[in-house]
């Protein structure tokens, strides 16, 4: 069991370079069973995530070496059984989809139902199972496994019922070895979406109209191996400048697509913040006084869900009212509990939460209860007077690389303990 302990009241000062796409490579790593051949990944996160989705390459068969920190080699030539038992899925969502990776290839996929964060409320899969169906497979759900099997994949016309990242991906990585055309409508236009058929296409898929709302997809015998590499991350960037504007700081943010962050960008210079845009590169600073602004998320291109925890904390300390409403996941609001312990000031009503700004939030002992909560934690305990204490962290390592080195090298004072080596416990 570990643990970050954070000491407030630093103001973050420097340059901090993102990594390569969570969003992305969760999808892009399991789409390389599609090629029965050699993939090179180039700007892999080093992340928990990517960890437990290599783990499950290795154990379908896929030969896996890694040619250096950011870098993966992967051979998906031979391939055992397609199954993902729970024991590997557990740890993360997105190893769903293999689902789409396995039944494409093989034309059948036995995947566990998937872990990873809980927001408080249902994540189904039903418009993946839809997609699925329309294409031709045969699905069921026994003791928590998803048993998928179809004899000929073909291509179809697909309306999804809502808009969801995770269906649009899914469905896409089945389809492009089905037979003849398929339209995905109502789809997710997320930049890891575009990513995802980026790479796709380079193994020999012709998917045309990634990052709209209609995606035709003409199927293919054969995909082939590739060399690729993966998009910065939106949301770590985005995680780092409300970082550097809720301590009032001044943070260049390296290798980054300014376009991604718009919607962010935009809430930041309404909060009072000042960003500038390079070509690879933003710049956050503020300081005078954080003021109230309005959130609402929504799908791509609105201001994206795995920004609001951060942005809420931040706006803990903004001079007014604020009105964060979400639009996307119900119940994404139960780290609210976790900064009033810190003297927030908030009222939450369903999916809309009103935030009364305070001076100072003060050091305390905190849960991070999923990943980007957990990420809004530790802008809360920076922010903060005093020590706070954040456990749970498994949660934030999923998709936050190198975060304890980043954010020192940004003169943030944290340091990730054991509970075993922990002096505050051992006092006690």
Known sequence: MEKY???????????VTISGAKNAAVAILPATVLARDVCVLENIPNISDVTALLNILRALGARVRLLDKTTVEIDTTHLTEPVVPHELAKPLRASYYFLGALLGRCGRADVSLPGGCNF???RPIDQHIKGFR??????????GMVHMTSEALVGEHIYFDVVSVGATMNVMLAAVKARGVTILENAAKEPHIVDLA??????????RGAGTDVIKIHGVDVLHGTEYSIIPDQIEAGTYM????????DVLVENVIPKHLESIIDKLRRAGATVEEFDDAVRVSRTGRLQHVNVKTMPHPGFPTDMQPQMTTMLCCAEGTSIVSEGVWD???KYVDELRKMGANIQVDGKVAVV???????????????LRAGAAMLIAGLMA???TEVEEIHHIERGYSSLVDKLRSLGADIRKVSYDDDPLREAL
């Open 385 to 387: 007077d005093g020590i």
């Open 198 to 207: 980026n790479f796709l296409n380079s193994m020999g898929a012709d998917i």
């Open 356 to 370: 009364e700004g305070v001076e100072r939030l003060t050091g305390a002992p905190v849960k991070a209860l999923d």
């Open 5 to 15: 302990i954070v000491t407030g009241g630093s103001r973050l000062h420097g340059k």
């Open 134 to 143: 329309a294409l031709g497979a045969e699905v069921s759900v026994n003791y």
């Open 242 to 249: 409300v970082a550097a504007a809720a301590t009032g700081g």
């Open 331 to 333: 119940n994404r609001f």
């Open 120 to 122: 408080g409320g249902v």
